[in-house]
T-cell receptor, first 112, second 117 residues
């Protein structure tokens, strides 16, 4: 099966930087996604990585190392509205087609 | 402001009853996904369609769940008969996969909160 690990909870201060790590073990790796989900709301897409390296989108960046089975989501200049759960999801290829498995999510609490 | 819509937003039903959840994907999106989210299991992919054809439904319990896309503007997820363990939030998401690209951005609907008593 697929195994995805991310920390359960992190706390950071407004204006600071937080890095959320995600490690995975899978065969047929075919891309990694990050989603943000505020309590009681639907997930929203943040980023997609399939090649090694860093993808930057404003205050958010996502990094992938395929050889290490490792990704992180970097949130810079934290704002109170960034308090949410962040979900790492791995897409992998099976004979029947692409599959997608989510980690349990990391709850980030931003304090003033 | 294009959005994925889902109905109903909330549903309470008794065990054994049929439940139908509906989703209208964003116009022009050719891929539709059904997800289920619970506190215990987190977010799980149940099924997805591309150009209305089912590509994968291995995440669904086959004996009671069925997903269809009768046309490009409507996706349905049915549970028959429903059981208390089906209580969850069911999300529909749509996306547009351009040929020759690997773009995979998904837009989620607001979800249907299902409670089976």
């Amino acid at each position: 099966g697929q195994n995805i690990d991310q920390p359960t909870e992190m706390t950071a201060t407004e204006g600071a930087i937080v890095q959320i790590n995600c490690t995975y073990q899978t065969s047929g790796f075919n891309g990694l996604f990050w989603y943000q989900q505020h309590a009681g709301e639907a997930p929203t897409f943040l980023s997609y990585n399939v090649l090694d390296g860093l993808e930057e989108k404003g205050r958010f960046s996502s990094f992938l190392s395929r050889s290490k089975g490792y990704s992180y989501l970097l949130l810079k200049e934290l704002q109170m509205k960034d308090s949410a759960s962040y979900l790492c999801a791995v897409r992998y290829f099976k004979a029947a087609g692409n599959k997608l498995t989510f980690g349990g999510g990391t709850r980030v609490l931003v304090k003033p | 402001d294009a959005r994925v819509t889902q109905t109903p937003r909330h549903k309470v039903t008794e065990m054994g009853q049929e439940v139908t959840m509906r989703c209208q994907p964003i116009l022009g999106h050719n891929t539709v996904f059904w997800y289920r989210q619970t506190m215990m299991q987190g977010l799980e992919l149940l099924a997805y369609f591309r150009n209305r054809a089912p590509l994968d439904d291995s995440g669904m319990p086959k004996d009671r769940f069925s997903a269809e896309m009768p046309d490009a503007t409507l996706a349905t997820l049915k549970i028959q008969p429903s059981e208390p363990r089906d209580s969850a939030v069911y999300f529909c998401a749509s996306g547009k996969r351009e040929p020759g690209t690997d773009s995979y951005e998904q837009y989620f609907g607001p979800g249907t909160r299902l409670t089976v008593t």
